[in-house]
């Protein structure tokens, strides 16, 4: 059953209109990354390039008929990105705006800092990354290495990220860091990239390229004491903590996400296997049918991340969607034929992102890890 009220339902509609312009983007943004910066005129970018500033630092909330949004919540940014990815995964990734950084300043940033992210990203389209993988560490964010000390009387950033999403083209960057081992030695500092110190390059990839994943190096780079996320809160507050609260309220998005990914996949087979009869027809409406079914667990895991933060469920829709999204991606594939991929470039296109998604945010297996805890502890599927 659908959670989807009449604004939210107004919102999906005005996405999915501005996505038509991503898909008309998409194969050229894949070959060439760069070429973002020729669309920041599209409205599902400028929209995108506030998405998840708070409304009290928004200059100018962008409307839907009578409706204001402004992706600060879960349920709203699941909706709104599924749209977008369904247009194209790589343009909603390579848009300027605070993403997830966003979601991180919001949660840990004090007034001051707010003012100074939130107020950059209302000034001007701007890029932001958020960087916590590291090159041996992978998903596991608790491991990290990357060292914030104490030299000479100022804090110093030393270590390395890999697969940063817009690392080598953002202004600013959110970089997870330890001070001391253990969980409570985590936290988080906002960076101008501009610092002596950072090094960001693009990787190649197959998948999601318009997100053009980086490898940062982190050489000693001067932090400002001010620009250490959650400076006002205790550090169990601001360490794993915090951390795990973040990915909880993004989890959901992910799984929105790879969720676009599988629509577009059906979408497209729908419209290339028109005449599909017999069993190819039966297989295609079973895929629109599970879409369906994923879709309201999306949304419901959502709703319940923005009511309780629990991620349990999100981990849930994560993996169901990541797993969907390659089904469906394969199954066209399979029903389009032989070469399938060789002569629809927009559906080889959709295999490799749905290969990639499966490893944003934690793989099935970190998700299906979580989830047990969830089962365990009560707190899911009771
Ligand atoms: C398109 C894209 C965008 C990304 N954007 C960002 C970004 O903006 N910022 C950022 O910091 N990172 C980003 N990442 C990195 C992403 O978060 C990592 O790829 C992810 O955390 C997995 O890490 P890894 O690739 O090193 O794999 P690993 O964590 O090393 O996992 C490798 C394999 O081992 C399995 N595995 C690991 N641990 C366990 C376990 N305990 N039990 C069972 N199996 C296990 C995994 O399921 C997986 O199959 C991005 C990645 C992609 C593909």
């Excluded at 087979?269 to 190819?280: C, K, N």
Aim: aromatic share 6%; with cysteine; proline share 5%.
């Amino acid at each position: 059953m659908s959670v989807l009220d009449g604004r939210l339902t107004a919102l999906r509609g005005q996405a999915r209109e501005w996505a038509a312009d991503f898909r008309a983007a998409a194969l050229e943004l894949d070959r060439d990354p760069g070429l973002v910066a020729d669309h920041l005129d599209l409205p599902g970018v400028r929209c995108l390039s506030t998405f998840g500033v708070p409304p009290a630092f928004q200059v100018d909330p962008p409307t839907v008929g009578p409706y204001r949004f402004d992706g600060t919540n879960g349920l709203e940014r699941a909706v709104v990105l599924e749209e977008f990815a369904a247009g194209d995964i790589g343009m909603t990734l390579a848009a300027p705006g605070p993403s997830m950084s966003g979601v991180l300043v919001a949660k840990l940033g004090d007034q001051e800092q707010q003012e100074w992210f939130f107020g950059r990203m209302t000034a001007a389209p701007t890029w932001t990354c958020f960087a916590l993988t590291e090159p041996e560490r992978g998903s596991d964010a608790s491991a990290l290495s990357t060292a914030l000390r104490e030299e000479d009387g100022e804090l110093r950033l030393t270590g390395a990220k890999r697969y940063v999403g817009n690392a080598a083209r953002a202004r600013y960057a959110a970089v997870f860091a330890r001070t001391r081992p253990g969980p409570l030695g985590v936290t988080a500092v906002l960076l101008d990239t501009e610092a002596e110190g950072y090094h960001a390059e693009p990787l190649d990839s197959l998948g999601i390229r318009g997100a053009q994943i980086g490898a940062v190096t982190l050489n000693g780079v001067r932090v400002d004491r001010d620009r250490v996320l959650g400076r006002h809160l205790s550090p169990a507050r601001r360490g794993i903590w915090a951390s795990l609260q973040v990915f909880n309220e993004l989890r959901p998005s992910v799984a929105a996400l790879a969720l676009g990914i599988a629509g577009a996949a059906h979408a497209y087979v729908r419209e290339h296997y028109a005449g599909a009869l017999g069993e190819d027809r039966d297989r295609i409406e079973v895929l629109g049918g599970r879409i369906a079914a994923t879709r309201a667990l999306v949304h419901r895991a959502a709703a319940a991340v923005d009511a309780t933060g629990d991620g349990y469920l999100a981990s849930a829709a994560k993996a169901r969607a990541c797993a969907l999204a390659e089904e469906t991606t394969l199954a066209a594939c399979d029903l389009l034929g032989p070469a399938a991929r060789l002569s629809h470039p927009l559906l080889d296109k959709l295999v490799r992102d749905a290969r990639g998604v499966e490893f944003m945010e934690g793989t099935r297996n970190i998700q299906h890890l979580n989830l047990f805890q969830g089962m365990r502890s009560g707190r899911v599927g009771a």
